[in-house]
């Protein structure tokens, strides 16, 4: 049995601290181009890390690519100026910037604000708003102390700019998400997915944020991987299968609870949500459904998770609904996904500005005569009168005329063009409603958006992994990881310095490996440095290449389980099989 002793983890900012030495002395991640003084917001994953993010990047594509069915596609991270034109990241996409007028430090207002008054959502309010709370509370810089009251809260893009070739080059940008790759690749993707709704295109990739202030080591970075699904779906005829997920139970913080002084969580399930009004969307219910056990599996304590609903200050205009799923971090929640029902918003931004086509043609089961307005102007009219805006008023009076046939009713036509309005004579607009027979139509998909934080998910798997006990009279630090994304699966050791020890020791590294097992050999030590260094850094058994290994004619080793530091022998021939089975939760260490 172990003699272990586990201690619930601790809370407040010790762990944080704690955590942030343990990745950079363990190889998890730390701070980029330290020999040059570092950069903010900028962190190298090391060996650990990189793999614990390779694992989770690992789980997210089975869980949401391979088992729904979805398409995987890998974008360029940068794009030309006019996709962010059409997205709105030009005009749209800023943060407060308030900049101290002593020693010159930039800081996020809203943060400032959310950190030192009562105000938990100053992101959604008015900069006006922000600059009289500052005041109102005689907030001051955080470097130096300098009040700030009075001075100008700005707003600061935070797209990295660039440019695209040499000479007169094209202006780009680092994207600062990944979704953009797949909306603009629209037109060719649906051809892949046969022009049938619903299907999605999922992507894991690098995103681009300049930030005001980048804090809190990887949680808020200027460069970090995001893991996003876009689901197009036809919102006249798809439906998500909600028995799939109507019974997972979440933890939800709805918006009319966070407006109550006294609000508090919901306990509930999917189908009670959905039938009491509290998630309005069925396939954002969907994915919470979905996301809320993957989260779970990946190691993120379900007591300190849950799902909070956008206040309408924060969601964006487009977004119908929108919920964020958030762990406790010291004290803190912070979002690691974001999940929204986007509407047609993107994709008929980009038909707008690229002139491509961003539909799916819908067949009918049967063709359908229909009425339609049509019109076919008298251009020896239009030309001599409106010059180079002649095409333009045309496809004017084609649009009006597809939203508004009474328009054309009267003995001049009113249409508006860039700011002013102009009279047609109706004779001259061709107007005419036809009869015509179709065998479908052009639909534009809505877009329903799960996306995924990974960099925030990889700190919070191992903040709440995060132990410390006693083992043997011996203080202990360990990381509970689960064996699915545990960075190294298996270590193995030979008990001593002897050749024939550690002969046997690398053949069953072989063999591990060879399963398709992560393996790490380590004969530098005594074996209980051994054990704790693997237990630090998260690996959830240990197999010792004994004397009884080497001498009895059974050929055995120890195989100590990392959480209880409980100890079994196993026969050799088997181990792989059954360390196999263990990591796919076919069998579990207890029951050897």
Same mark, same amino acid.
């Given at each position: 049995?172990?003699?272990?002793?586990?201690e619930p983890p601790? !809370?407040?900012?010790?762990i944080? &601290?704690?955590?942030?030495?343990l990745?950079?002395?363990?190889?998890?991640?730390?701070?980029?181009s330290?020999?040059?003084?570092?950069?903010?917001?900028?962190?190298?994953?090391g060996?650990?890390?990189a793999?614990?993010k390779?694992?989770? &990047?690992?789980?997210?594509?089975?869980r949401? /690519?391979?088992a729904?069915?979805?398409? &995987? @596609?890998d974008?360029?991270?940068?794009?030309?100026?006019?996709?962010?034109?059409?997205?709105?990241?030009?005009?749209?996409f800023?943060?407060? *910037?308030i900049e101290?007028?002593?020693?010159?430090t930039s800081s996020r207002?809203? $943060?400032?604000?959310?950190d030192?008054?009562?105000y938990?959502?100053?992101?959604?309010?008015? @900069?006006h708003?922000?600059?009289?709370i +500052?005041?109102?509370?005689e907030?001051?810089c955080?470097?130096?102390g300098?009040?700030?009251?009075?001075?100008?809260v700005?707003?600061f893009?935070?797209?990295?700019?660039?440019?695209i070739g040499p000479?007169?080059?094209?202006?780009?940008?680092?994207?600062?998400? !990944?979704a953009?790759?797949?909306f603009?690749e629209?037109p060719?993707l649906?051809?892949?997915?046969?022009?049938?709704l619903?299907?999605?295109?999922?992507?894991?990739g690098?995103?681009?944020r300049?930030?005001?202030?980048?804090?809190?080591?990887i949680?808020r970075?200027?460069?970090?991987?995001?893991a996003?699904l876009?689901?197009f779906?036809d919102p006249?005829?798809?439906?998500p299968?909600? =028995?799939?997920?109507?019974?997972v139970e979440?933890?939800?913080y709805?918006?009319s609870e966070?407006r109550?002084?006294?609000?508090?969580?919901?306990e509930?399930?999917?189908?009670?949500?959905?039938?009491d009004?509290?998630i309005?969307d069925?396939w954002v219910a969907?994915? *919470?459904?979905?996301?809320?056990p993957w989260?779970?599996?990946?190691?993120?304590?379900?007591?300190?998770?849950?799902?909070?609903?956008?206040l309408?200050?924060?969601? /964006?205009?487009?977004?119908?609904d929108c919920?964020d799923?958030?762990?406790? @971090?010291?004290?803190?929640w912070?979002?690691l996904?974001?999940? /929204?029902?986007r509407g047609d918003? #993107?994709?008929?931004? $980009?038909?707008? $500005?690229s002139?491509?086509?961003?539909?799916v043609f819908?067949?009918?089961?049967e063709?359908?005569?229909?009425?339609?307005a049509? %019109?076919?102007?008298?251009m020896?009219?239009l030309?001599?009168e409106?010059g180079? #805006?002649?095409?333009?008023?045309a496809?004017?009076l084609?649009?009006l005329?597809?939203?508004?046939?009474?328009?054309f009713e009267?003995?001049?036509v009113e249409?508006e063009?860039?700011?002013?309005?102009?009279e047609?004579?109706?004779e001259?607009?061709?107007?005419?409603?036809?009869?015509?027979?179709?065998?479908?139509? $052009?639909v534009?998909p809505?877009?329903?958006?799960p996306s995924?934080?990974? #960099?925030?998910l990889?700190y919070t798997?191992l903040?709440?992994?995060?132990?410390?006990?006693e083992?043997?009279? =011996?203080?202990r630090?360990y990381?509970?990881?689960e064996?699915?994304v545990a960075p !190294?699966f298996v270590?193995?050791?030979? *008990?001593?310095? #002897?050749d024939?020890?550690?002969?046997?020791?690398?053949?069953?590294?072989a063999?591990l490996?060879? /399963?398709g097992?992560s393996?790490?050999?380590d004969d530098?030590?005594n074996?209980g440095?051994r054990?704790?260094?693997?237990?630090?850094?998260?690996?959830p058994?240990? %197999?010792?290449?004994?004397y009884e290994?080497i001498?009895?004619e059974? !050929?055995?080793v120890?195989v100590?389980?990392?959480d209880?530091t409980?100890?079994?022998r196993?026969?050799?021939?088997?181990?792989a099989?059954?360390l196999?089975? +263990?990591?796919?939760?076919?069998?579990?260490?207890e029951?050897?």
């Amino acid at each position: 049995m172990s003699n272990a002793e586990s201690e619930p983890p601790e !809370t407040g900012e010790a762990i944080g &601290e704690k955590l942030t030495e343990l990745a950079k002395r363990r190889g998890y991640f730390f701070r980029s181009s330290g020999s040059y003084g570092g950069v903010g917001g900028f962190y190298t994953f090391g060996p650990q890390g990189a793999s614990l993010k390779g694992n989770v &990047e690992d789980a997210w594509r089975d869980r949401f /690519a391979i088992a729904e069915g979805n398409m &995987e @596609i890998d974008a360029p991270t940068i794009m030309p100026e006019p996709v962010f034109e059409a997205s709105g990241h030009l005009d749209g996409f800023d943060d407060m *910037l308030i900049e101290c007028p002593d020693c010159g430090t930039s800081s996020r207002a809203d $943060h400032l604000v959310e950190d030192e008054t009562e105000y938990e959502d100053a992101e959604s309010l008015p @900069i006006h708003e922000v600059e009289e709370i +500052i005041a109102e509370y005689e907030l001051v810089c955080p470097e130096c102390g300098a009040g700030l009251a009075g001075v100008a809260v700005e707003e600061f893009n935070l797209m990295f700019a660039t440019n695209i070739g040499p000479g007169d080059s094209q202006p780009g940008y680092l994207r600062p998400e !990944t979704a953009q790759g797949i909306f603009v690749e629209f037109p060719r993707l649906k051809e892949y997915a046969r022009n049938q709704l619903p299907f999605g295109v999922t992507q894991i990739g690098r995103a681009y944020r300049n930030e005001i202030s980048p804090r809190r080591s990887i949680i808020r970075t200027r460069e970090f991987t995001q893991a996003e699904l876009e689901y197009f779906v036809d919102p006249e005829a798809d439906e998500p299968n909600l =028995e799939r997920v109507e019974d997972v139970e979440l933890t939800l913080y709805p918006a009319s609870e966070q407006r109550n002084d006294d609000g508090s969580e919901v306990e509930t399930t999917i189908g009670s949500a959905l039938e009491d009004g509290i998630i309005g969307d069925p396939w954002v219910a969907y994915f *919470l459904g979905v996301a809320k056990p993957w989260y779970e599996a990946v190691g993120v304590d379900m007591d300190r998770f849950r799902f909070r609903q956008h206040l309408s200050g924060e969601r /964006a205009h487009y977004a119908a609904d929108c919920w964020d799923a958030e762990s406790e @971090i010291d004290g803190n929640w912070i979002e690691l996904a974001g999940f /929204a029902y986007r509407g047609d918003y #993107d994709l008929s931004k $980009h038909a707008d $500005h690229s002139g491509d086509r961003f539909t799916v043609f819908k067949q009918y089961d049967e063709p359908q005569t229909v009425e339609r307005a049509t %019109v076919d102007p008298d251009m020896s009219y239009l030309g001599p009168e409106f010059g180079g #805006d002649a095409g333009a008023v045309a496809e004017e009076l084609e649009a009006l005329a597809g939203r508004d046939r009474s328009a054309f009713e009267a003995d001049a036509v009113e249409i508006e063009l860039e700011g002013e309005t102009h009279e047609i004579p109706a004779e001259k607009t061709g107007f005419a409603v036809e009869e015509q027979t179709e065998a479908g139509e $052009h639909v534009v998909p809505h877009v329903v958006e799960p996306s995924f934080g990974i #960099d925030r998910l990889v700190y919070t798997v191992l903040h709440h992994a995060y132990r410390e006990d006693e083992v043997d009279g =011996e203080q202990r630090t360990y990381l509970e990881l689960e064996p699915e994304v545990a960075p !190294t699966f298996v270590g193995v050791f030979p *008990l001593q310095n #002897d050749d024939a020890l550690e002969e046997q020791a690398r053949e069953i590294v072989a063999d591990l490996r060879d /399963a398709g097992l992560s393996v790490t050999y380590d004969d530098s030590g005594n074996i209980g440095r051994r054990y704790r260094r693997q237990d630090e850094v998260g690996t959830p058994f240990c %197999v010792t290449v004994d004397y009884e290994t080497i001498e009895n004619e059974e !050929t055995t080793v120890t195989v100590r389980e990392r959480d209880t530091t409980a100890q079994k022998r196993l026969p050799v021939g088997d181990l792989a099989e059954t360390l196999s089975a +263990i990591r796919a939760g076919e069998m579990a260490f207890e029951e050897l």
